[in-house]
């Protein structure tokens, strides 16, 4: 699998965090986000920032995925993502907002990207772990995927494992740990 350029994901995270502006912030997480899903083989990013035909709901990144062995084979076709980069931890409207995003669509399986986390208590399944715990009694996969966690991938198999990882302990405690 292809390794990730650490100057470009520096340069990418540097400017996440310190870009002039909020929307040139957002917009450095959505590259990082397409750059690193993007290295995948047989990951095609399709969408950025899209509303839908009703102009009511703003989808930040869609990909297709071409279920190649060895890569996203055990993941959908279509895989949304959100990007929230935000100075705290995101809440469960945010969340909530989201899985309701993937029911509209019939989709199952989204990923979540918040800087800084989600509210609540993973263990008491507060706030927003609330959310990512009845996304799954529902059949719905929400993956978080966090500042530190892509701050240290290298290569696109640690991006693999990443997502195993978190599918694992979605279905082992019900919820995600940071």
């Known amino acids: 699998m292809p390794p990730l350029s650490s100057r470009k994901m520096t340069a ?6 310190t870009g002039p502006t909020t929307t040139a912030k957002g917009r450095a997480l959505e590259d990082l986000i397409c750059y690193v899903f993007g290295k995948v083989p047989g990951i095609t990013i399709t969408h950025r920032d899209q509303l839908n035909t009703f102009q009511s709901e703003e989808i930040d990144i869609a990909l297709w995925n071409e279920r190649l062995s060895g890569a996203f084979d055990f993941l959908p076709n279509i895989i949304l993502v959100e990007a929230k980069n ?4 995101v809440g469960s409207s945010e969340v909530a907002w989201f899985d309701h995003k993937l029911q509209n669509r019939g989709l199952d399986f989204g990923v ?3 800087v800084n986390g989600i509210t609540g208590n993973a263990t008491e399944r507060t706030a927003a772990h609330e959310v990512i715990a009845a996304c799954l ?11 530190p966690d892509l701050s240290i991938l290298k290569t696109t198999d640690e991006l693999l494992k990443l997502i195993k990882t978190k599918l694992c302990e979605l279905a082992v405690t019900g919820t995600l740990f940071p």
């Open 86 to 89: 935000w100075s705290n931890a």
């Open 12 to 17: 990418l995270l540097q400017l996440a965090h």
């Open 137 to 147: 009694r529902e059949q719905r996969r929400l993956v978080v995927i966090t500042g």
């Open 112 to 114: 979540f990207v918040a």
